[in-house]
């Protein structure tokens, strides 16, 4: 089982929210600055392209349900789904609330992958399997190549979606290296030029977004947003072709292991496993051939 992708997006338009639109719901769980961070990088998103987010209210079924993790992490299942999907963060963990963080978890609920699981990363970096940590090989492995495109901006070593070179190391040493010694890879500071060109290729957002959009045209009464479309005959989570993916905060220390990981759930890791192959039943569980595909 293997998910059509464009380089690090997925091309599925079942899988890409309709028109653009994402409903959500924040936990009252969470205190203001919670809710705060989680508000700010989504008007970090909006700023840079036609993606909208929207309080889902009344009778919206279709949304994002933003709620705190209870094992420790900050997750996202991978694209439209259909139905009450999750975003999960941390409350005991600060950097879980770090804007971009949160964006960088926004974007895998919009349709988008690592960018260091790339079907063309072996040209700008190298995976050192022998310094991963136990468990955590299936974060590297690399998608499919036959349907891929990176919608003409190549590689991105400055993606808030790619891993830093310390995440998961199990003895202190990089788990990745870049082929360009002066790359910045795992900066989690801004979003990239190429992290806006791809989000608005995928949404196929005009141009120039203009900063004076009217958006309260587009809302219901309840100030939930647009109406949202009907989905009849068509429930996304009842399907069984595409699996979730789930992401966790990596360390983002170049220098030193952070000791503080976030460990990803097992349910996590074999949502992870159905979407990257199956094809890794066929073959013995070796770094070298999961290099390979």
Request: include cysteine; charged fraction near 30%; proline fraction near 4%.
């Amino acid at each position: 089982m293997v998910f059509e992708v464009l380089r690090n997006g997925v091309v599925a338009p079942a899988r890409r929210w309709p028109n653009g639109i994402v409903y959500y719901r924040i936990s009252d769980e969470f205190e203001q600055f919670h809710k705060d961070a989680i508000l700010t990088a989504m008007k970090c998103l909006e700023d840079v392209s036609c993606v909208r987010f929207y309080e889902a209210k009344r009778n919206v079924k279709n949304y994002v349900n933003i709620i705190p993790s209870e094992i420790g992490t900050c997750s996202a299942m991978l694209g439209y789904r259909g139905g009450e999907q999750r975003l999960q963060l941390a409350k005991e963990r600060p950097k879980c609330f770090n804007p971009i963080i949160v964006a960088h978890e926004l974007l895998h609920t919009l349709g988008f992958f690592h960018e260091h699981m790339a079907s063309d990363r072996d040209d700008f970096i190298t995976i050192n399997w022998e310094n991963i940590r136990p468990g955590r090989e299936i974060f590297y492995m690399k998608l499919d190549n036959k349907t891929a495109t990176d919608f003409g901006y190549g590689y991105d070593y400055e993606s808030i979606l790619h891993y830093g070179p310390m995440s998961f190391s199990d003895n202190g040493l990089p788990t990745i290296t870049a082929l360009d010694s002066n790359a910045n890879i795992g900066q989690r500071d801004h979003l990239s030029p190429k992290d806006i060109g791809k989000l608005n290729a995928m949404y196929n957002c005009p141009l120039k977004v203009e900063e004076n959009e009217n958006q309260e045209s587009g809302q219901t009464e309840d100030g939930g947003g647009p109406a949202e479309e009907s989905e009849e005959g068509e429930d996304e989570s009842e399907e069984t072709e595409t699996e979730e993916g789930e992401d966790e905060v990596e360390d983002e220390s170049k220098n030193k292991i952070d000791g503080d990981d976030v460990e990803e759930s097992e349910e996590s890791i074999n949502e992870i496993n159905g979407v990257v192959k199956v094809e890794l039943a066929k073959k013995k569980y070796i770094p070298s051939e999961i290099n390979e595909i």
